[in-house]
Nanobody, 123 residues
């Protein structure tokens, strides 16, 4: 079992930045690919980014490339999402997820999910 706890969400003005963190506990964190997803009100959950177990491979949603950066620190059992140049349309609940396979995260499948953290971007 892997427990994921997100933090770092909040209210920010358009153009600002936030860094989300996801702390993992339980089974060996470094064995899992990690991902970030988001769900805006009235919309389906969408893929944001994923990172391989080693951190060597990252994948981003095309619309977010250049603004968001995913990274991980296996020594701290933590994955991060740095979000820059935030826009009101980035407002959503952001979820962290873990899975053995990166390709599964890319299509929204994961073994473990966090509870989410709210990000609100004001115009």
């Amino acid at each position: 079992q892997v427990r994921l706890v997100e933090s770092g969400g909040g209210l920010v003005q358009a153009g600002g930045s936030l860094r989300l963190s996801c702390a993992a506990s339980g089974r060996t964190f470094s064995s899992y690919a990690m991902g970030w997803f988001r769900q805006a009100p009235g919309k389906e959950r969408e893929f944001v980014a994923s990172i391989s177990w080693s951190g060597g491979d990252t994948i981003y949603a095309d619309s977010l490339k250049g603004r968001f950066t995913i990274s991980r620190d296996n020594a701290k059992n933590t994955v991060y999402l740095q979000m820059n140049s935030l826009k009101p349309e980035d407002t959503a609940v952001y979820y962290c997820a873990a899975d053995i396979a990166s390709y599964r995260l890319r299509v929204g499948v994961a073994d473990y999910w966090g509870q989410g953290t709210q990000v609100t971007v004001s115009s």
